[in-house]
Each structure stands twice: as structure tokens, then as C-alpha cells.
């Protein structure tokens, strides 16, 4: 897991504790140039929808991405990281 990867799954778990949900160890799979089933969206949870400049939770104003986790995002669509793709 590299400092991208990290940056994510950090980001994703400060989500999810916010939403009332325990942390998790790893991203989940997820879709490419998709903004509800990205990884750092599944990860969240449901009804979360991120994109290249911010994450949209239920009942929530936007939450802008920290550079990293948007270099994550951009790396993730383009290819990179397979072990997360799941189509």
C-alpha cells in the first residue's frame, strides 16, 4: 500500500467514523470514473458520492478531497492500483 492508497483509506475511515461506522483496514473494491462505487465511496458506505474534488455524504454539505486522496482517485481511474478495480 503506497502513500496514496494510505491517504485514502485514512480519509475514508474519517468518513465513516463521522457517519457512525467503525474504521476499516483496507479500501474496498470499486468502479472506475464511477462516483458511487468508486473505493473511497464504497468504503464509506451507501449514498456517497465522490468525485475529483470532493465526497458528498447523506444530509451533508460536500467534503472537499485532501491532494493525496485525489492523486489516489486520479491514479485509480487511469488504472493504477488493480488489486481495487472490480470491473
Known amino acids: 500500500m503506497d502513500k ?3 491517504a485514502a483509506l485514512r480519509f475514508a475511515n474519517k468518513l465513516r467514523r463521522l457517519l457512525g461506522k467503525r474504521p476499516v483496514g483496507a479500501l474496498y473494491q470499486g468502479t472506475t470514473n464511477s462516483p458511487q462505487s468508486c473505493p ?3 468504503t464509506i458506505g ?3 458520492e465522490v468525485d475529483l474534488g470532493s465526497v458528498k455524504l447523506p444530509k451533508r454539505k460536500l ?3 485532501p491532494r493525496e486522496v485525489m492523486i489516489f482517485l486520479h491514479a485509480f481511474d487511469l488504472g493504477e492500483y488493480q488489486h481495487l ?3
Open 46 to 48: 451507501k449514498r456517497v
Open 4 to 6: 496514496y492508497e494510505r
Open 40 to 42: 473511497i465511496a464504497n
Open 85 to 87: 478495480h472490480n470491473d
Open 63 to 65: 467534503i472537499p478531497l
